[in-house]
Each structure stands twice: as structure tokens, then as C-alpha cells.
Antibody, heavy 117, light 112 residues
């Protein structure tokens, strides 16, 4: 059974960099599939942030591209996300997910990020 | 970006009665691979989204057969034949044809 577990700081100060990690179990990232991050501001809808293949091929949401870095560590079976210059608008639950062709079949439980000084 | 528009945004339903959610896309969702990548997700309160339907009408393993998806091109529908208490939550359509993939605003299903 594929499982994804997000982790992160919980609280980030405005203008700082948010760093999140997604630990994958039950499947080796290096075996295939794209892996990605989605966010959901409190009480609002869902937004794709970025996706990455184990080889390093990436796609970014143009609305966030200038501030986002996504990476994989196949030795740790993890996917990471960095978002720079955060503001209150970046406060959200951040999910990681596995992508298949045109769909996403496994999601983590999400990690809540608050932006505050 | 492809805009996904769901209606209604709120859907009060009587237990045992049917429910229907519409999802319209601003562009055709037919992919160059020949598939139409329209998905439906259910998000129960306090939980992460769970995929119910992919490629318009393919139901995930373990999803009750009271859930069905239909449609083509830019117009899609999720139907629940008989709503049960466990179906309460927010339902999202998501297109996986054009990057960035995008979601509808969500439809909140509640019991009357």
C-alpha cells in the first residue's frame, strides 16, 4: 500500500522560506510516476503547485514558479518542496500526491502551514 | 489555465435520494493520448481528498457503485444514486489534461 506523509515546520514567518518533505512508503520513487504538491488554504479550494519525476523532470504552476523549488531524494524515498518569500496568502494545508496519467491516485494526510510573525 | 466550474456549490440532500453535481471546463479535456482526464474527488471533513472517479467514468476500487461519472468534452456529471450519511463532504472535479491541472470550486453535500 502506497503511503505518503508530509512534514514541515507548521509556522513560518513572513518573507521566509517554507520547506516541506514528503516521505513515501510502499513504493520506490525511482520506479516511476510523477510526484507532486497541492495546497488548500483554510476553507478554500485546491491548487497544484509543482510536480517532479524521479529523473528530475519538473512542471510548475506558472502562478508560483518563481518562488518554488521541488526535488526528489531517491535514497530517502522523499520529495521536497521549498517556497520562498512566503506571505499570509501561502497559509494552507499542503498535500503531497502521486500522479499517474492525467490523475492522482494517492495523497498524504497533509500538513498545515501557518504564516505569522 | 483551464477553469473548472461546478454547480451547485451547496447540495442539501435527503438520505436515500439521488444527487447530481455538474462540472464544466473552459476547454475540451480530450488529451492527445485519446483519453479525457476528468477526475472526481471526495473530501470528508478533516480528511484529505480521495479519488472516486478517473477518466470521466472509471470508478476506483472500493468506491461504492452508487457513485457514477459521465460526460464528454467540456461537460461532466457526478451522480450519487442514493445518498448515505457517509457521503457528506465536499466534492471536487479536477482536470488532468492541461498543465497546470485545475480543480473546480467544490460542491458541499450535506444531509437535509
Amino acid at each position: 500500500q502506497v503511503q505518503l506523509q508530509e512534514s514541515g515546520p507548521g509556522l513560518v514567518r513572513p518573507s521566509e522560506t517554507l520547506s516541506l518533505t514528503c516521505a513515501v512508503s510502499g513504493y520506490s520513487i525511482s520506479s516511476g510516476y510523477y510526484w507532486g504538491w497541492i495546497r488548500q488554504p483554510p476553507g478554500k479550494g485546491l491548487e497544484w503547485i509543482a510536480i517532479i519525476y524521479h529523473s528530475g523532470n519538473t512542471y510548475f504552476n506558472p502562478s508560483l514558479k518563481s518562488r518554488v523549488t521541488i526535488s526528489v531524494d531517491t535514497s530517502k524515498n522523499q520529495v521536497s518542496l521549498k517556497l520562498t518569500s512566503v506571505t499570509a496568502a501561502d497559509a494552507a494545508v499542503y498535500y503531497c500526491a502521486r500522479l499517474a496519467s492525467g490523475t492522482s491516485d494517492y495523497w498524504g494526510q497533509g500538513t498545515l502551514v501557518t504564516v505569522s510573525s | 489555465d483551464v477553469v473548472m466550474t461546478q454547480s451547485p456549490l451547496s447540495l442539501p440532500v435527503t438520505l436515500g435520494q439521488p444527487a447530481s453535481i455538474s462540472c464544466r471546463s473552459s476547454q475540451s479535456l480530450v488529451h492527445s493520448d485519446g483519453n479525457t482526464h476528468l477526475n472526481w474527488f471526495q473530501q470528508r471533513p478533516g480528511q484529505s481528498p480521495r479519488r472516486l472517479i478517473y477518466k470521466v467514468s472509471d470508478r476506483d476500487s472500493g468506491v461504492p457503485d452508487r457513485f457514477s461519472g459521465s460526460g464528454s468534452g467540456t461537460d461532466f456529471t457526478l451522480k450519487i444514486s442514493r445518498v448515505e450519511a457517509e457521503d457528506v463532504g465536499v466534492y471536487y472535479c479536477m482536470q488532468g489534461t492541461h498543465w497546470p491541472w485545475t480543480f473546480g470550486q467544490g460542491t458541499k453535500v450535506e444531509i437535509k
